[in-house]
C-alpha cells in the first residue's frame, strides 16, 4: 500500500512538474491539488499504522 501510494504521489507530482501544466483550466488544478492531498495524507496515515505495528519506539533497533 506505501509503494502504491509513493507512487501515484511521485507520478502526480511528475505531471505538475511539466512546463504547460498550470495552463489548464482551474478545475483540473484544484482536482490534481487535492488529488494530492489525499494521497499525503493517507501515505502518512500508512507510514504511522507501519511504525505502530513495528512497535512505534525504535526501541527494537539494535
Keep these: ?6 507512487t501515484e ?3 502526480l507530482h ?3 512538474a511539466e512546463p504547460g501544466y498550470f495552463r489548464q483550466a482551474g ?5 490534481d491539488q487535492a488529488r494530492l492531498r489525499d494521497l499525503e ?3 502518512a ?9 513495528e512497535g512505534g519506539d ?3 533497533a539494535g
Excluded: Q
Design 1 to 6: 500500500m506505501i509503494e502504491t501510494l509513493e
Design 58 to 60: 525504535g526501541a527494537g
Design 45 to 53: 496515515e500508512a507510514f504511522a499504522r507501519w511504525e505502530a505495528l
Design 41 to 43: 495524507s493517507r501515505l
Design 14 to 16: 511528475a505531471v505538475m
Design 27 to 31: 478545475d483540473v488544478l484544484a482536482r
Design 9 to 11: 504521489t511521485a507520478a
